[in-house]
């Protein structure tokens, strides 16, 4: 950059060091007024030279174009103003007063896309960059001219602590250059008052910047967009402050969001919008409802002016809705909304914006015992309700799902009435029954004991599986506890009804050993009906167990001794069979002997009656 230059009226240099302008070289041209005042002298000297030669009209013309021409030069390093006349390839000529035009270079007038830029007739100011005596010609610049104009304003703005406009015109090692007529340097700390996350976003942005220091001979100048911009704030802060009280309705700026709340730019002074005042509903996070830059309306709710801290709400500008929801909710009617959130004992569901009632898990289904609401609804789901019960007082809003549709426990007995057979799916199989599906959320129950009449059941896996299709009799129905009680066994008549017919006591049975214990031996008679010959039972002769006198799958024969058909119970007895046999061998050897000549026979007989009647 050209260290010269000068203005119209005091014709002197401005270079600059450091911001201070150094005296003028005495090496410079002089300015206008001193070659105003040459002309003077030379015009002295030529009226003594016009007396000395009297008579001599050719003399006279020629001082006077002398004094003329003396008059009207200019300094080299000068700026002046002058007019186009004349645009061709490579010059322009322009008008500056003088004798002879003087030429600028074409390109001085041509932008980046190879435009002319320039019109006979216009006005342009130019510096004067050097005489040519011998062709009586001057070459002038254009750029050098703006150059000295803006180094001129640079040493104003910087001693007036003005501003001047630039435009960032692209990034450079800690900071951006900036286009202020000149090429400036703005360090990145100097660009904002706050960190800025993407610089490239300022390129091409143009701003009012401060001149923090200049040297003119190094082309060196610093700036600064900060001071402009803390000078500003600090102007907004006292006002700001002067303003603030509590309960006023205000606007600004979201400058900040953090999990606890959002940071407002009230005008140089921050606030805190805590997250829960910025509405009456549910915020899981403030970054839901707004982002850095955000206008915002706020409401003053205390204001601590000698720490500076301000505590603002949102929902505090409109009223709380709690204060109208028992006439907008009342119980018994039906609402809609949407499910907010999800816990382990129930579903919140929000019906306007700050009011949510509370769905309990047994408040979701008639039918199903709901272990989780997620297996009833989902987040974001709008589902209807009904108000169960509400309190205002308490914000507390209780809804029911399953009270939008009738409870099928309420006709499930006129529909199926006890001794009805129905027929179903086996959606269940437990170890205590299988669980039959009835109605659409209503399963019955075939306790393991109503499968069958006689077979010894361990699992119902061991004759049913999931998906089987199977009748039933309902036995029972339980409103209250939401019961459905089925049998299978009942489909078929109870065989321990006719037990007793089908073997009387004093009948000879034989059956299959089925199970051997200590205290006796049960015995299969037919399938699922099964005796018990006691320990005692079994033999004259006394014995602690029939294990290893017998074996599971024998087939033996023994006498019904008793029937309990309510306990189904019947006793059996092997020794009352050994018995019996012994004495009817004997009474056929008593009938078959000869009378005998003495009584040892009827002795003998005697004797064996008492022993029977005593057993």
């Known amino acids: 950059m050209e260290e010269m230059g000068s203005n119209n009226e005091t014709g002197q240099p401005k270079p600059s060091d450091e911001g201070h302008s150094p005296e003028p070289d005495a090496s410079e041209a002089k300015p206008a007024e001193a070659a105003e005042e040459e002309g003077q002298e030379t015009a002295k000297s030529a009226s003594a030279e016009t007396s000395e030669t009297r008579g001599s009209g050719e003399s006279m013309e020629k001082l006077l174009d002398l004094y003329e021409e003396s008059f009207k030069r200019f300094a080299e390093g000068e700026v002046v103003t002058g007019r186009i006349i004349s645009v061709d390839k490579d010059h322009v000529l322009v008008d500056i007063g003088y004798k002879s035009e003087g030429q600028i270079r074409i390109h001085e007038f041509t932008d980046d896309k190879g435009n002319v830029n320039v019109n006979v007739g ?8 050097w005489w ?28 007036e602590d003005k501003t001047v406009e630039g435009t960032i015109t692209n990034r450079v090692k800690g900071g951006f250059s900036v286009d202020i007529g000149v090429q400036a340097f703005l360090p990145g700390s100097q660009a904002d008052i706050r960190p800025i996350r993407n610089l490239d976003d300022l390129v091409g942005n143009t701003y009012e910047f401060k001149i923090l220091k200049y040297n003119r001979k190094r082309s060196n100048i610093v700036l600064s967009r900060r001071a402009i911009l803390e000078h500003e704030r600090e102007e907004k802060r006292a006002a700001t402050l002067s303003e603030i009280e509590e309960g006023k309705v205000m606007d600004g700026i979201v400058k900040n969001i953090t999990e606890y709340g959002v940071f407002v730019d009230l005008g140089g002074v921050d606030g805190l919008l805590h997250i829960t005042d910025i509405s009456w509903g549910r915020v899981k996070h403030p970054s839901e409802l707004f982002a850095i830059g955000d206008p915002i309306t706020v409401k003053v709710l205390n204001f601590d002016i000698e720490r500076e801290r301000v505590s603002l709400g949102m929902k505090q500008l409109s009223p709380d809705p709690w204060t109208l929801a028992s006439g907008k909710y009342p119980i018994g009617s039906r609402v809609n909304g949407r499910v907010v959130s999800l816990t382990d004992y129930g579903a919140f569901v929000e019906l306007e914006e700050g009011i949510e009632g509370l769905i309990h898990v047994s408040e979701m289904s008639w039918t199903r015992k709901v272990r989780h609401p997620s297996k009833v609804v989902s987040v974001g789901e709008e589902i209807e309700a009904v108000v169960l019960d509400i309190k205002p007082e308490s914000r507390r809003i209780s809804l029911g799902m399953k009270q939008v549709v009738p409870n099928p426990w309420d006709v499930i007995s006129e529909k199926y009435p006890v001794g009805t057979t129905i027929e179903g799916k086996i959606k269940n199989i437990t170890d205590f029954g299988l669980f039959i599906g009835i109605d659409e959320g209503i399963d019955g129950l075939v306790h393991i004991s109503d499968i069958s009449w006689t077979k010894r059941i361990k699992h119902p896996s061991e004759l049913y599986k999931k998906g089987d299709l199977v009748q039933a009799i309902v036995l029972d129905i339980d409103k209250k506890n939401e019961r459905f009680s089925l049998g299978v066994k009942q489909l078929q008549s109870d065989p321990w009804e006719t037990v007793a017919e089908r073997y009387e006591v004093g009948t000879e049975i034989t059956g299959t050993i089925t199970n051997l214990t200590d205290f006796g031996v049960f015995v299969e008679l037919e399938e699922g009906i099964e005796g018990l010959v006691h320990v ?47 004495q009817q061998l004997l009474s056929d050897y008593v009938t078959n002997m000869r009378p005998a000549t003495s009584t040892f026979g009827e002795i003998l007989r005697e004797n064996l009656q008492e022993k029977l009647k005593e057993e």
């Open 536 to 582: 005692s039972e079994i033999s004259k002769e006394k014995i602690k167990t029939p294990v290893g006198l017998f074996n599971t799958g024998d087939v033996i024969t023994a006498k019904v001794m008793n029937i309990n058909t309510e306990e189904r119970r019947i006793g059996l007895s092997i020794k009352r069979l050994e018995i019996e046999d012994e």
């Open 122 to 129: 216009d006005k342009v100011e130019v510096m004067v960059e």
């Open 132 to 159: 040519d005596d011998e062709d009586e010609r001057v070459v002038l610049s254009k750029e050098k001219a703006a150059n000295v104009k803006v180094w001129e304003a640079i040493k104003v703005s910087y001693d």
